[in-house]
């Protein structure tokens, strides 16, 4: 790893961390050391960092704010690159184009003073840009699928190209991204309505205040465990199979709502990981319910 340090450094390519803690860059606050964070400066920079990187053989993973992951407590022996530089918002009437590093609800906010509706739904989703458009990111029967118009992406080849929404096969928190693995989100365009911001402001308040009520918010999370399976919520399986306040470890199936998994007392990834494998294994036995898991697992092969 030292020579891939030698190389950011001598093509500064962006501001790095070395043996970071990746439970400082994961919303469930776990997870092993990672050998080097990057943040490259822009996409020529990514590009010649990626082109290093995949003719070494070194392992990568992009990562946003880390809230939809669970790193394993072991080593990530690789590079973990943040777009937190890619942090342009432009906006021209109906049309915003967001750099793949903004947080989205702080874009939110933004599109809601100038009177901008479609991401009423975003205010409370803890990711960036990048994060939200790979995830399908949604909540309160809308996601990114209705306002994404096309993404810039960096192709596994490192080439870039445009895609626009059909070609992102969007449907509930799944998109081509996740089907076709090595693609990255550079810049989103989105297509929004004209709105009155005072209604748009009321509307996110209420929401705002909805999840401070039903969702754990005071201790780490990543949100949602399992999708929600058709015409039914896991939430609701999980809290009638008696395991609300179940815990392993330091991890806890949480009292306020079943399907968060909260770090309630300095668990390991082992401890959320075994919780996750144990509601999904007596939610099937009591249901015959096969939950699937909406967060994902790294580096725990
Ligand atoms: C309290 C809480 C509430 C939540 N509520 C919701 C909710 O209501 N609805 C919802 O959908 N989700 C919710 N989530 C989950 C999470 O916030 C979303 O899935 C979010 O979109 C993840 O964004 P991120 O930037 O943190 O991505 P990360 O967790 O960092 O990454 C997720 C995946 O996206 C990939 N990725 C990240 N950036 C890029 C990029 N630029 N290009 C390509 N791939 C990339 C990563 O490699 C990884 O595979 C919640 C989470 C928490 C903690």
Redesign the pocket.
């Known amino acids: 790893m030292l020579e891939v340090i030698k190389f950011i450094k001598k093509n500064n390519i962006g501001r790095v961390i070395q043996n970071a803690l990746l439970s400082k860059y994961?919303?469930y606050k776990v997870g092993g050391v990672a050998s080097i964070i990057v943040f490259p400066k822009n996409e020529e920079k990514l590009i010649i960092l990626l082109k290093e990187l995949k003719d070494k053989g070194i392992i990568y993973?992009?990562?946003?704010?880390?809230?939809?992951?669970i790193f394993s407590d072991k080593a990530f022996d690789g590079v973990i690159i943040r777009?937190d530089e890619f942090d342009k918002i432009e906006i021209d009437d109906k049309k915003v184009t967001v750099g793949?590093g903004v947080s989205?609800v702080k874009l939110s906010y933004k599109v809601m003073k100038e009177g901008l509706s479609g991401l009423e739904f975003a205010s409370?989703?803890?990711?960036?840009i990048?994060?939200?458009?790979?995830?399908?990111?949604?909540?309160y029967k809308s996601?990114m699928g209705y306002v994404v118009s096309e993404v810039r992406v960096l192709t596994p080849e490192l080439k870039i190209k445009t895609l626009y929404n059909e070609d992102l096969k969007y449907k509930y928190?799944s998109s081509f991204?996740q089907d076709n693995p090595g693609?990255?989100?550079?810049e989103a365009k989105l297509v929004l309505s004209h709105g009155n911001s005072k209604e748009i402001k009321e509307l996110m308040e209420k929401r705002r205040e909805k999840r401070i009520m039903f969702?754990p918010?005071e201790y780490p999370?990543?949100?949602?465990v399992f999708r929600n399976p058709e015409n039914d919520f896991a939430g609701r399986l999980i809290e009638d199979c008696g395991l609300k306040g179940y815990s392993i470890g330091g991890a806890k199936v949480s009292e306020k709502h079943a399907n968060f998994i909260i770090n309630s007392n300095n668990a390991t990834a082992s401890d959320v990981k075994t919780l996750i494998e144990y509601v999904h294994n007596v939610v099937k036995e009591q249901t015959g319910v096969d939950l699937k898991v909406e967060q994902?697992f790294?580096n725990w092969e």
Request: charge should be neutral; charged fraction near 10%.
């Open positions: 994961t919303t993973k992009v990562l946003g704010y880390g809230s939809n992951v777009l793949a989205l409370g989703i803890p990711g960036t990048g994060g939200a458009v790979f995830m399908n990111a949604g909540a996601d928190r991204l693609y990255i989100c550079l969702q918010l999370s990543a949100g949602s994902e790294v």
